[in-house]
């Protein structure tokens, strides 16, 4: 059982707009920013939002993130096969001293 | 560029003690950051299993607390997981990752070594 809630299954159609929510408590997502992973097939998570909503140099302007209270969610926008992967939140909790995940979600593109 | 190699055994005994090693390159880990380990079951989603600060300083996740210990060698410019007394949940594909104290912005990977316990 995670710390953090996702839907454990999205999908959309190419062009459409997705979104993700991750829901945690006052230690984590309330106190402390979120960080957004794309997991892609056998390969390592990649950092995709930080900070809440801060994009890292290379990630397209279509993923975006948002945070509200102890809730927090990632748009993706004109979907794309290629989004096709695993998501990730996570947050430091001061409760645990230590980082947290979602569950995950993986997205499908139809 | 800052790079992260896992390394050791894919095959561990269960009651056993695993080991990893994360060799980091292109950065000095004595220098700044903090160096966890993550991991993820088959079929589940990703756990933080601890991380070392660049002063030698450890924090464990409460629920692996008992079994584990991660260590720094900034000799090699490594550090290191074991995880004691390990059983079938343990098997997991294992990830080292570099991120700031207090924040979970694991910015740098490595590539990730898959973990088997079966006798």
């Known amino acids: 059982q995670s710390v953090l809630t996702q839907p454990p299954s999205a999908s959309g159609t190419p062009g459409q707009r997705v979104t993700i929510s991750c829901s945690g408590s006052s230690s984590n997502i309330g106190s402390n920013y979120v960080y957004w992973y794309q997991q892609l097939p056998g390969m390592a998570p990649k950092l995709l939002i930080y900070r809440n909503n801060q994009r890292p140099s290379g990630v397209p302007d279509r993923f975006s993130g948002s945070k509200s209270g102890t809730s927090a969610s990632l748009a993706i926008s004109g979907l794309r096969s290629e989004d096709e992967a695993d998501y990730y939140c996570?947050?430091?909790?001061?409760?645990?001293?230590?980082?947290?995940f979602g569950g995950g979600t993986q997205l499908t593109v139809l | 560029q800052v790079q992260l190699q896992e390394s050791g055994p894919g095959l561990v005994k269960p009651s056993e003690t695993l080991s990893l090693t994360c060799v980091v390159s292109g950065y000095s880990i004595s220098s700044a950051f903090y160096w966890g380990w993550i991991r993820r079951p088959p079929g589940k989603g990703l756990e933080w299993i601890g991380t070392?600060?660049?002063?030698?300083?450890?924090y464990y996740n409460p629920s692996l607390k008992s079994r584990v210990s991660i260590s720094l060698d900034t000799s090699k410019n490594q550090f290191s997981l074991k995880l004691s007394s390990v059983t079938a949940a343990d098997t997991a594909v294992y990830f080292c990752?570099?991120?700031?104290?207090?924040?979970?912005?694991?910015?740098?990977w490595g590539q990730g070594t898959l973990v088997t316990v079966s006798s």
């Open positions: 990752a570099r991120h700031s104290g207090g924040y979970a912005n694991f910015d740098y």
């Open positions: 996570a947050a430091w909790d001061d409760s645990l001293s230590g980082a947290v």
């Open positions: 070392v600060y660049h002063s030698g300083s450890t």
